[in-house]
Structures are given as C-alpha cells and as structure tokens.
C-alpha cells in the first residue's frame, strides 16, 4: 500500500504534462543549430517529423543552421527583441497557465483521496 502511494506522487512530480514519459517513447532525431554567435542549440525531433533549416537560438533569436562553420547571417531588419517577448508571453499566457492549472487539479484530487 504504501509502494503504490510512493510510484504515484514519484509521477506526479516528475512530468504533470506526462511530456517526459512520451518523450522517452517516441523515437527522436538530435539536431544541433549554430547561431552567428556561436550558441549551440540542440533541438529533438520525431524521426517521422521534417527537420527545419533554419532554427531560432533561444539565447539572442539569431537564426541558427546545422552548418557549424558557416551559421544563417544575422538579419538586420528584423529586431530579436520583439520574437523573444512573443515567444515568453505566449509561453506564460498558454503553456503556463494550463501547467499550473493541470498541476492544482492533481493536488486537490490526491488531497480529496
Ligand atoms: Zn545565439
């Protein structure tokens, strides 16, 4: 009774969006990007998923390419500032409030049981 208990809050804690256990499951191909900064940007993939070309380095929104020695030129029109700010505000707006929501339901139904 007591091992049960414990797999269970180990499940809990370790993935609320369960993204850990399918990531484990589905296949992934491990690509690398390179900025015109030089951040290394490591991106996995569905093996049945289509690689990009090109990748956005998530330190300074660069875009980035799989050839080391010869990364995408930075554009000069377009500033970085406006992508990152999207990409955090979406990230906050959808992702984590669907996080800490999933994560409130679980502790109240563990609490009711
Ligand atoms: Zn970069």
């Known amino acids: 009774m007591a091992g049960g208990n414990a797999i269970r ?23 690398s990007y390179w900025c015109s900064q030089g951040h290394e940007t490591q991106v996995a993939f569905a093996t049945d998923a ?32 406006t992508h990152l700010a999207y990409v955090r505000e979406r990230r906050s707006d959808a992702d984590g409030d669907a996080l800490l929501e999933e994560a409130l339901a679980k502790l109240r139904a563990r609490r009711g049981a």
């Open 9 to 31: 809050g180990t499940r809990v804690g370790a993935g609320p969006m369960g993204e850990a256990e399918r990531g484990e499951a589905a296949p992934r191909n491990r690509m």
């Open 50 to 81: 289509e690689v990009p070309e090109l990748w956005d380095c998530p330190r300074c929104g660069l875009p980035a390419g799989q050839d080391q020695q010869a990364p995408p030129p930075a554009p000069r029109t377009e500033p970085y500032k």
